[in-house]
C-alpha cells in the first residue's frame, strides 16, 4: 500500500516540478497624482516576466488609469511577447 501511495505522490509532482525550475519576476507601481484644478489621477499597472529557459521567455505587462473616479482608458497592454 505504501508503495502505491508513493507512486501516486511522485507522479503527481513530478509533472509539477517543472514550475519550481522556473525563474519568475514580477512587479507592480500605483501613482496617484494631483493638478492645480484639483483633478485626481490615479494610475496602477503590474508586469511579469516569465524565464523558462535561455531560449524561451515570456513577458506581460499592462495597467489602466482612472481620473476623478471614472476610469479613463480601458486596460493597458504595454506588453505581451514570448522572446529567446
Do not use: R
Request: proline share 4%.
Amino acid at each position: 500500500m505504501m508503495k502505491k501511495a508513493a507512486t501516486i505522490i511522485l507522479l503527481v509532482l513530478m509533472p509539477l516540478s517543472f514550475l519550481f525550475s522556473l525563474d519568475f519576476d514580477w512587479g507592480g507601481a500605483f501613482q496617484n497624482s494631483t493638478d492645480s484644478s484639483v483633478s485626481q489621477t490615479n494610475s496602477f499597472s503590474l508586469w511579469a516576466e516569465i524565464d523558462v529557459n535561455p531560449l524561451l521567455n515570456f513577458k506581460v505587462a499592462g495597467g489602466y488609469q482612472i481620473s476623478n473616479g471614472e476610469i479613463t482608458h480601458l486596460p493597458e497592454f504595454g506588453a505581451l511577447y514570448a522572446y529567446g
